[in-house]
């Protein structure tokens, strides 16, 4: 059986262009709100550091999703990185105001819980990361990004905006439109 890109009918394929397909949405998006200006390649943003921040966690949740999605490839244990990991869904919890304990944060790294508290430690002794102790629960810890954390984030996660954005250009108006993908991966 065929599916819609020419090739033999795939859930995995076809999940990959659902992707591929809202990453274009979020790349158009994104242009719309940002200007890039081509003669030193930096940003002219027209936005307020609250939609740069919510703009980021958009791509860092695209970025966690693609991570997930990946292993439906590969095997999870040939990608290590849980710090960023970590990085990231701190970041995320931190723009919808939700706190994250140690013990938590842990458990979503996928490491083996010392493996994990070594890499917290890490964080923390890097100024990354600050440990508070949970106001409602006594026997718990939270964790968080610091600020200067969070603003590196911010602007990791906007250059990636960008560069998806001027990368996705050349291809917008083939595939707006168009359910040949066989197609528009030959242009």
């Not at 083996?112 to 890097?126: I, Y």
């Not at 810890?141 to 996705?168: C, G, H, K, W």
Request: aromatic share 6%; with cysteine; hydrophobic share 45%.
């Amino acid at each position: 059986m065929r599916s819609r890109h020419g090739g033999l009918q795939s859930p995995a394929i076809d999940r990959l262009l659902e992707l591929a397909e809202q990453l274009g949405a979020l790349a158009t998006e994104i242009s719309e709100q940002v200007e890039i200006a081509p003669a030193s390649g930096t940003l002219d943003w027209d936005m307020s550091h609250e939609q740069r921040a919510l703009l980021a966690a958009r791509v860092a949740r695209a970025l966690v999703d693609t991570r997930h999605f990946r292993t439906r490839f590969f095997d999870a244990d040939l990608f290590g990185e849980p710090t960023w990991d970590m990085l990231l869904d701190l970041f995320i919890s931190r723009i919808d105001a939700k706190c994250i304990s140690v013990s938590s944060l842990a458990v979503a790294s996928g490491t083996p819980h010392a493996t994990a508290l070594r890499h917290m430690a890490k964080l923390e002794q890097a100024g990354l990361v600050r440990r508070t102790p949970d106001p409602h629960d006594s026997r718990r810890v939270n964790i968080a990004l610091s600020d200067e954390a969070a603003d590196s984030i911010i602007e990791i996660m906007l250059r990636f905006s960008r560069r998806a954005t001027a990368l996705s250009a050349p291809f917008r108006s083939t595939v707006e439109g168009t359910e040949d993908w066989a197609t528009v991966s030959r242009n």
